[in-house]
C-alpha cells in the first residue's frame, strides 16, 4: 500500500529531513514530525480512538529509534505511516478482536448525527463504530488493504472481513442519512 | 420485501469488486430489478466516496514535547525495566528471578530461552559527556536507541540519570556519588554465548564515544565463576 501523504511538504523534503534525523538532528526530526502528524494522529485516531495521543507519540518514538533501518526505497512518510499501523494494529489487538456489539452503537451514531458539519459527522460516526467493523473499515477503505491481507494480519477469515466491512459501511450510512451528499 | 434479500448483504463486494464474474452478473441481473438495492448501492458508493474524501487532521494538543522527552531514552520504558534498573542500582542479586522477555515491549511477560544473558555496563570518564547541549545528547541516545533496535528483540536498556547515591555499610547517610568515572547506562543481551555477547559488545557505540563496557553474564542461579 502506498498511499502518497497528504502533508505539503515534498517527497524530497521529507527524506532529506529524515536523513538529518537519522544523523542525530532532533530540528529536523521535529520538522519531520509536524509534517506528517496530521496523517498519523488521524490514522491514530480512528484505531485507538482515546488514546490516539499516546498512541502518536509512541509512533515517533519508536520511529526514532528505527529512522536508520530505512533504505529510502520508499519515502519516509509511505516508511512511517506504515510503522504507525502495524504499532496500531499491535496496540489494538492487545485488546483483542471485538466481533459482535453493533445494535448498541446505532444510539452513538445517531447522537453523532446530530453535530453540525457532514465532514465531521462522518469522522465522529467512523469514531464510535464497533471496534471490530472499524477496523476492517480503516484497513479497507481508508489504507487500501485487501480482505485477505486484513484476515492474515487481524487474525479473522476473509468472509469475517468482508462482513464487518459491509457492516460498517451500513452503520454509516444509517448514521449519515440525509448528511450524505449526493 | 416479503423474503430476505441475499444480495443486500453482498453489495459490499459488488462496490468492491469482489464477487466472481458469474456472481457479479447475477448481482447487475437483481439490480437491474430492485430499487431498494439500487439505492443501497448508491448510498454505499456515496459513503466510500465521502470517507476517502477525509481530510487529515492534526492533534488537539501538541505532542512534540512529550516526544522530546521520550528521545532523551534509549528505549521505552516497561515497568519490568524499571524493576531491572532498580535491580542495577542496588545490587546484581535482584536479578537472579529473570528470565529475559521473548520480545521487548511487552511488559509483564516472562518466557524461558535457551542462550545466555549478558549485562553490557557502560562505564564513563570523569567528565564524558560535559558540554553537549541538549539536541547533541539526544543525538548520542539517539545512536544507542538506534544500535539497540537493529538487534530487535535481543536487546535493551537505558540511560542513567547521572546524579546518584551511594549507600555503605554502617555510614548512615546515603551521600551523592562523588564526581568521576561512573556507570553511564546499560543494555541487555540476550546471546548464544559469551563468544556473540563479546562480538556485538564490541560494535556498541559507547567504545567510539570514548567509554568503555564491562561484560557480565546473568548468573541466573548457577554463577558458573569462569564464564
Known amino acids: ?182 | 420485501m416479503s423474503v430476505p434479500d441475499p444480495w443486500l448483504e453482498r453489495l459490499s463486494e459488488y462496490v468492491d469488486e469482489d464477487l466472481a464474474p458469474s456472481e457479479r452478473a447475477a448481482c447487475e441481473a437483481h439490480l437491474a430489478g430492485c430499487e431498494p438495492c439500487r439505492e443501497l448501492l448508491d448510498d454505499l458508493r456515496r459513503v466510500q466516496r465521502e470517507v476517502r474524501a477525509l481530510p487529515a487532521r492534526p492533534p488537539a494538543r501538541d505532542l512534540w514535547p512529550g516526544i522530546e522527552r521520550g528521545l532523551t531514552r534509549v528505549v521505552p520504558r516497561s515497568r519490568w525495566l524499571l524493576a531491572f534498573a532498580a535491580g542495577v542500582l542496588v545490587t546484581l542479586g535482584a536479578l537472579l528471578a529473570y528470565r529475559f522477555l521473548a520480545s521487548r515491549g511487552t511488559g509483564s511477560e516472562l518466557v524461558a530461552r535457551a542462550g545466555e544473558d549478558y549485562l553490557l555496563l557502560l562505564h564513563e570518564p570523569a567528565g564524558f559527556g560535559n558540554g553537549l547541549d541538549q539536541a547533541q545528547h539526544a543525538a548520542i541516545v539517539a545512536r544507542y536507541g538506534r544500535w539497540a533496535a537493529d538487534l530487535g528483540a535481543r536487546c535493551t536498556g537505558e540511560e542513567l540519570a547521572p546524579a546518584g547515591l551511594e549507600l555503605r555499610p554502617g555510614a548512615g547517610a546515603a551521600v551523592p556519588i562523588p564526581d568521576g568515572p561512573r556507570v553511564g547506562g546499560f543494555f541487555l543481551l540476550a546471546v548464544r554465548d559469551r563468544e556473540e555477547a563479546l562480538a556485538l559488545a564490541r560494535t556498541c557505540p559507547h567504545l567510539e564515544q570514548g567509554g568503555w563496557i564491562e561484560l557480565r553474564r546473568i548468573a541466573h542461579g548457577d554463577p558458573q565463576p569462569n564464564k
Open chain 1, 1 to 182: 500500500m502506498e498511499l502518497a501523504p497528504r502533508s505539503d511538504p515534498s517527497r524530497p523534503e521529507l527524506d532529506a529531513l529524515a536523513r538529518a534525523a537519522v544523523a542525530g538532528d532532533l530540528a529536523a526530526f521535529e520538522r519531520l514530525y509536524r509534517a506528517t502528524v496530521a496523517r498519523v494522529h488521524t490514522l491514530a485516531r480512528r484505531m485507538a480512538g482515546e488514546d490516539a495521543d499516546e498512541a502518536t507519540q509512541e509512533i515517533y518514538l519508536a520511529a526514532w529509534r528505527k529512522l536508520a533501518s530505512w533504505r529510502g526505497e520508499a519515502g519516509v512518510a509511505t516508511w512511517l505511516h506504515r510503522l504507525a499501523l502495524n504499532a496500531l494494529l499491535d496496540r489494538v489487538g492487545r485488546r483483542g478482536f471485538p466481533e459482535t456489539g453493533a445494535e448498541e452503537h446505532l444510539g452513538a451514531l445517531a447522537a453523532a448525527e446530530t453535530h453540525a458539519g457532514a465532514r465531521i459527522e462522518l469522522e465522529e460516526a467512523i469514531a464510535v463504530l464497533p471496534e471490530g467493523a472499524r477496523m476492517v473499515f480503516v484497513l479497507h477503505e481508508l489504507e487500501g488493504h485487501t480482505h485477505v491481507e486484513i484476515a492474515a494480519r487481524v487474525g479473522i477469515s476473509s468472509g469475517t472481513s468482508k462482513s464487518q466491512l459491509h457492516r460498517a459501511r451500513l452503520l454509516l450510512r444509517a448514521a449519515l442519512g440525509e448528511g450524505l451528499n449526493p
